[in-house]
């Protein structure tokens, strides 16, 4: 935000991971963390987990953060989704 609170664009400067050519054999990360500004992080399912590699965002507010999952896996050895935000909450 500007000093004038209007929003303030910006690039978002981030290559997304694409995939690998085995699921099996992948070596990234079941989530790719973007930290866009200090109010903002955007993450992203690995495609090895779900072929649409759906994005989340968290949101931080002065005292509490939201995150809107579009994510498609619940299980938690595929997709940590509670130990990754719990430990950005806690930067």
Do not use: C
Not at 27 to 33: A, E, G, K, M, R
Not at 48 to 73: C, K, N, Q, S
């Amino acid at each position: 935000m500007s000093a004038a609170g209007t929003p303030v664009t910006r690039p978002l400067d981030v290559r997304w991971i694409h995939g690998s050519p085995s699921a099996k054999h992948n070596t990234d990360p079941d989530i790719q963390v973007h930290e866009y500004d200090e109010h903002t992080v955007i993450l992203r399912q690995n495609k090895a987990v779900h072929y649409e590699a759906p994005f989340l965002f968290l949101l931080f507010g002065t005292e509490r953060a939201v995150l809107i999952d579009t994510g498609a896996t619940a299980e938690a050895a595929y997709f940590p989704l509670r130990a990754t935000v719990d430990e950005l909450v806690e930067k």
